[in-house]
Nanobody
């Protein structure tokens, strides 16, 4: 079972940026980020396939960018133009295993 370790969360102001990182113990064909806000269901934020094809939730398209470093087995989520509604716990996953989650808070 792959192990996933997320980092890079924290507090940002509206309009600001954060970058999340997820270090995996081995490579996976598909990597992604989900998020769960208080009182809401977990939702897909973005995913990336081994060939580099990406998918984004409509709410983050154009603001978030998912990328991966295959040598380091690390996937990143660059989050720009952050909004208060982006506040959530973000989870890295490979479709089978999820990380422990990392808090992202967007507040002025």
């Amino acid at each position: 079972q792959v192990q996933l370790v997320e980092s890079g969360g924290g507090l940002a102001q509206p309009g600001g940026s954060l970058r999340l990182s997820c270090a995996a113990s081995r490579s996976s064909a598909v990597m992604g980020w989900d998020r769960q806000a208080p009182g809401k269901q977990r939702e897909l934020v973005a995913k990336i396939r081994s060939g580099g094809v990406t998918n984004y939730a409509g709410s983050v398209k154009g603001r978030f960018t998912i990328s991966r470093d295959r040598v380091k087995n690390t996937v990143y989520l660059q989050m720009n133009s952050l909004k208060v509604e982006d506040t959530a716990v973000y989870y890295c996953h490979d479709g089978v295993t999820w990380g422990q989650g990392i808090q992202v808070t967007v507040s002025s």
